[in-house]
């Protein structure tokens, strides 16, 4: 099994995804998609980006490497009408069954950013978007102490097995010099790549310890993160490290949570 794929699977990112509409939402607004565009949407999960770029009538397909992910999105899809809106299993990394030049838009949001070989993903985004397209992703900092996730993560890789030799970190697509170095390897010069910092609100009417609880039973790295400190009798401090981490972030005044983390909005003229 691909380690990549399992990791995906494991959990059940359905969960978070449902703490993250409001923002996904506002998001696809920003980008000002009209009917007739294309859009490819890649690591799109259960369709946080997906489903309201659909609504705006825009057709929109959803690749992303975890079946149980695909199939809760096209049940949304179904539920919610939306027959422009389909879901497809498939790897960022290789995208052997799409067209070249085939999207007017390729969307990511801290999707394609997870999958193993970042240079092959810039190739396959710009293979299959048009020339006169638009590559937009959504990707965690690293070392920013507002890139919630990016801490989240930090944090529980303390707690982990070291990762494979030749693994390479997600969040280096949050640095400018990769994300340039790679893009230029895909053959998109410097001037037309642009970067901006973002934010991203976690939201829900719970507190921050039950973000942390979902985390921690859906979400395939924590899992593996307390499965590791569970070994070694270290899932207590683990779990301290997390909480602190989601009370510290938390802006809400009312006993839930808002957690407005920061990300790298990269936009790439293709
Ligand atoms: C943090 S989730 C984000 C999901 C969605 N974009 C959202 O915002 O709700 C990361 C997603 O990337 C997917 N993913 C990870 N590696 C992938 C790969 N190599 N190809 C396609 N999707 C991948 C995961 O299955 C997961 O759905």
Redesign the pocket.
């Known amino acids: 099994m691909n380690p990549?794929?399992a990791?995906?699977?494991k959990g059940d990112?359905t969960a978070?995804?449902a703490m993250?509409r409001e923002s996904?939402a506002a998001l696809v607004k920003s980008l000002g998609l009209t009917p007739p565009a294309r859009v490819r949407?890649?690591?799109?999960?259960?369709?946080?980006?997906?489903v309201p770029r659909a609504q705006l009538g825009v057709d929109v397909v959803g690749?992303?490497?975890?079946q149980n992910?695909i199939a809760a999105g096209n049940a949304r899809a179904a539920q919610l009408g939306l027959r422009q809106l389909t879901f497809q299993e498939?790897?960022?990394?290789n995208l052997h069954t799409v067209d070249n030049r085939s999207f007017d838009f390729t969307l990511?949001?801290?999707?394609?950013?997870?999958?193993?070989k970042p240079h092959d993903?810039a190739k396959e985004m710009v293979r299959v978007t048009k020339p006169g397209g638009r590559i937009v992703m959504?990707n965690w900092i690293p070392n920013d102490p507002t890139s919630f996730?990016s801490q989240l993560l930090k944090i529980s890789s303390t707690y982990s097995p070291p990762p494979p030799e030749g693994f390479v970190s997600p969040m280096t697509w949050g640095v400018e010099s990769h994300i340039v170095e790679r893009f230029g390897q895909a053959g998109v010069p410097r001037e037309k790549i642009s970067m901006v910092k973002d934010t991203f609100t976690f939201s829900s009417p719970k507190p921050p310890t039950h973000l942390i609880d979902v985390f921690r039973q859906f979400?395939g790295p924590t899992m593996n993160a307390y499965d590791a400190a569970q070994k070694n009798g270290k899932v207590d401090e683990l779990h301290r490290q997390l909480v602190d981490l989601a009370n510290a972030q938390n802006k809400a005044t009312n006993g839930g949570t808002a957690i407005t983390a920061t990300f790298m909005r990269v936009t790439v003229d293709v």
């Open positions: 990549n794929k990791l995906w699977e990112f978070i995804a993250m996904g949407d890649l690591g799109c999960g259960d369709g946080t980006t997906a690749i992303d490497i975890a992910l498939g790897d960022a990394c990511t949001v801290f999707g394609a950013m997870f999958a193993p993903v959504g996730v979400y």
